[in-house]
């Protein structure tokens, strides 16, 4: 069995736009098609060895009663604006050694992005519970990345602002 799957779509932006959506902690939420990642503390990343903290909740995917938890996401490679990968560390010591990664490439409609899930490099006792995610929750991401470059999306101090000009024209 294949120890790595993939997924591409062409999407109408140029690489450094998209490439900042993943290397933002709330980049990673805002696409995640999982329904897992609840939120992100920390700030984007640019070199090897950079992390953010991720709020997760397994209950989304409805397999282990795991609740509410954080991992760090701890970047492995980057190559702005053409490949970003990260493991995952969080209870479990030593960390499974899994990989999630995209990688852009320039295209005259946009970049093709590619998303991949790599986990020959995980312990061979974790090995068994891979694919925690399919392929089509990686094609799934792409659509949501595309939405999100095309429209931004929601970070705490977005919504900070947003809660206060509301709070603004209540006053008023």
């Known amino acids: 069995m294949a120890e790595r799957f993939s997924a591409r779509r062409t999407v109408p932006a140029p690489p ?4 900042k959506v993943l290397t933002d902690p709330d980049g ?3 696409i995640d098609s999982s329904g897992m990642l609840q939120g992100a503390s920390g700030v984007p990343v640019e070199r ?21 938890y954080d991992v760090r996401v701890v970047i492995t490679r980057i190559q702005p604006p053409e490949r970003v990968e990260w493991t995952v ?15 852009l490439a320039p295209h005259p409609d946009g970049s093709i992005v590619t998303s991949y899930c790599d986990w020959s490099g995980a312990a061979d006792e974790w090995k068994p519970i891979f694919p925690v ?7 799934a991401s792409l659509g949501l990345l595309e939405r999100a470059v095309r429209r931004g999306y ?15 024209r209540d006053q008023q």
């Open 154 to 168: 929601p970070t705490p101090a977005a919504s900070r602002l947003r809660a206060d000009s509301e709070g603004d």
């Open 89 to 103: 560390e969080g209870t479990i010591k030593p960390p499974i050694g899994h990989v999630y990664g995209y990688e």
């Open 48 to 68: 090897v060895g950079d992390a953010f903290v991720v709020h997760m909740d397994r209950e989304a995917l409805g397999d282990l009663p795991m609740g509410a």
């Open 28 to 30: 990673h939420v805002a």
């Open 16 to 19: 450094r736009a998209i490439f």
């Open 133 to 139: 995610i399919d392929e089509k929750a990686l094609r």
